[in-house]
């Protein structure tokens, strides 16, 4: 959220909503699914879209979310979210793979 300070001059971005994800862990001892970060993070973009569904929605984050599936989930969105992020200098970013067969290996060429 974009807000301007008065007594320094200029606007700051403030966070201004947090979700707890708890780790990996956690959800073996309480015997649950455990949900990805990537996963909570597109929950929550969704549903800031829908909040502010008029206003153009551009995320910073760090290099935890330069996931492939993640960025993809958030183009398709009605309204696409923008995403800035830190993705390696050899990221090839092209079509996404074909989901893989549970129980088969990968063929070799």
Same mark, same amino acid.
């Given at each position: 959220?974009?807000?301007?300070?008065?007594?320094?001059?200029?606007?700051?971005?403030?966070?201004?909503?947090?979700?707890?994800?708890?780790?990996?862990?956690?959800?073996?001892?309480?015997?649950?699914?455990?949900?990805?970060?990537?996963?909570?993070?597109?929950?929550? %973009?969704?549903?800031?879209? *829908?909040? =502010?569904? !008029?206003?153009?929605?551009?995320?910073?984050?760090?290099?935890?979310? +330069?996931? &492939?599936? %993640?960025?993809?989930?958030? *183009?398709? =969105?009605? !309204?696409?979210?923008?995403?800035?992020?830190?993705?390696?200098?050899? +990221?090839? &970013?092209?079509?996404?793979?074909?989901? *893989?067969?549970?129980?088969?290996?990968?063929?070799?060429?």
């Amino acid at each position: 959220m974009l807000v301007p300070i008065p007594w320094v001059g200029w606007t700051w971005a403030l966070p201004f909503l947090t979700v707890l994800a708890p780790p990996e862990r956690y959800h073996q001892q309480c015997r649950r699914a455990h949900k990805k970060l990537t996963d909570w993070a597109r929950q929550m %973009l969704v549903q800031v879209r *829908r909040w =502010v569904s !008029q206003r153009e929605l551009v995320v910073v984050a760090d290099s935890s979310f +330069a996931v &492939l599936t %993640l960025l993809d989930a958030l *183009r398709h =969105v009605a !309204q696409p979210i923008t995403m800035i992020t830190r993705l390696r200098l050899d +990221a090839a &970013l092209y079509e996404l793979a074909p989901a *893989r067969l549970s129980g088969r290996r990968a063929a070799h060429a």
